[in-house]
Nanobody, 123 residues
Framework: VQLQASGGGLVQAGGSLRLSCAAS????????MGWFRQAPGKEREFVTY????????YYADSVKGRFTTSRDNAKNTVYLQMNSLKPEDTAVYYC?????????????????WGQGTLVTVSS
């Protein structure tokens, strides 16, 4: 599956952005989807997880209550709604797909990755 992330940009602290990740192929609903981010000089870190149906989600503590992930299997797209953004949310955000029914939150468990989209939050 090929993934294309979009929606990044520059926003002031407290603002909102919505990221999208469009997937190719006809088996999108076979994959659980994750969002990760990587800030300059730091390792890539888990942000959110969503199950195949979208009925189960999981969030990193740092974004819980501010970020929401969802998916539209008819459109082969997963979303990341980011509210109350903070300067520490600045990073390149990546979507990823894993062909597993499990809850996966580690980089190595994901099989496919999008190219990343840059989110910059100014103070």
């Amino acid at each position: 599956v090929q993934l294309q992330a979009s929606g990044g940009g520059l926003v002031q602290a407290g603002g909102s952005l919505r990221l999208s990740c469009a997937a190719s192929g006809r088996t999108f609903n076979s994959y659980v989807m994750g969002w990760f981010r990587q800030a300059p000089g730091k390792e890539r870190e888990f942000v959110t997880y969503i199950s195949r149906s979208g009925g189960n989600t999981y969030y990193a503590d740092s974004v819980k209550g501010r970020f929401t992930t969802s998916r539209d299997n008819a459109k082969n797209t997963v979303y990341l709604q980011m509210n109350s953004l903070k300067p520490e949310d600045t990073a390149v955000y990546y979507c990823a797909a894993a062909n597993t029914p499990m809850v996966v939150t580690t980089v190595r468990k994901y099989d496919y990755w999008g190219q990343g989209t840059l989110v910059t939050v100014s103070s």
